[in-house]
């Protein structure tokens, strides 16, 4: 008769149909993570050929008659809906980061369940081997200012104010309101990037997934 333990141990180690999920799991999220990656990427190139326009139009048809801060009005349009829609691509980028986050956790859950399943089999030092994180709850999706996305995220964010900044500005030359007010507005706006980054990020972190809550 084959001894207890050798039977316990083969059937510990033969491959499992949860063992083929994870495994399959893995690299699906594995492959949706990098896909997300070369999307805002390509998100943040797009932002920066739309940021561009007002100024590519504004060297075409400049002339010694056009200052900066008097606009024609083709001109002053411009300034206003590149930081709207800078921003609606604002808010895109930093739910797509947000995605990758979530599946960075979820592979770090694989992760750790094949950590327990070496354990499981005695292998007591698999978890010094791993250089990548186990941990589901990790990385924070309020990211601190040493993270390079916290940079580009900020940077879009003061792009979208100055351009706002500066159609105001215009209107504050033409007399329409106070010299301070455009300074305000642009700051103001600023804060509102910040804040929503904030609130998308807390809403993340308390469900990870959008629209679903428990038992549904």
């Keep these: 008769m084959p001894d207890n333990d050798d039977s316990c141990l083969t059937e510990k180690t033969e491959k499992t149909p949860v063992d083929e999920f994870m495994l399959t799991e893995y690299e699906t999220i594995a492959s949706a993570h990098f896909d997300l ?19 590519t139009v504004f060297a075409v048809f400049k002339d010694a008659s056009i200052q900066f801060l008097k606009l024609p009005t083709v001109l002053l349009l411009l300034f206003l809906v590149v930081p709207i829609l800078g921003f609606l691509m604002f ?3 930093i739910n797509m980061r947000f995605d990758i986050i979530l ?3 979820a592979v770090n859950a694989v992760r750790d369940y094949f950590n327990m399943r070496a354990t499981e089999l005695g292998v007591s030092n698999f978890r010094s081997y791993l250089k990548l994180p186990t941990d589901k709850n990790k990385p924070p999706y309020f990211e601190g200012i040493s993270r390079s996305y916290t940079w580009i995220f900020a940077l879009i964010a003061l792009l979208n104010s100055a351009y706002l900044g500066i159609f105001f500005g215009n209107l504050t030359s033409s007399g329409f309101m106070p010299v301070c007010l455009p300074w305000l507005i642009g700051v103001v706006f600023f804060l509102l990037h910040v804040a929503s980054y904030w609130w998308f990020s807390s ?12 038992g549904t």
């Design 91 to 93: 808010l895109a980028m």
């Design 37 to 55: 990656h070369g999307g805002l990427r390509q998100n943040f190139r797009f932002y920066l050929g739309l940021i561009a326009i007002p100024f």
């Design 203 to 214: 809403s993340r972190t308390k469900k990870e997934i959008p629209g679903i809550t428990n």
């Design 103 to 105: 599946y960075t956790r």
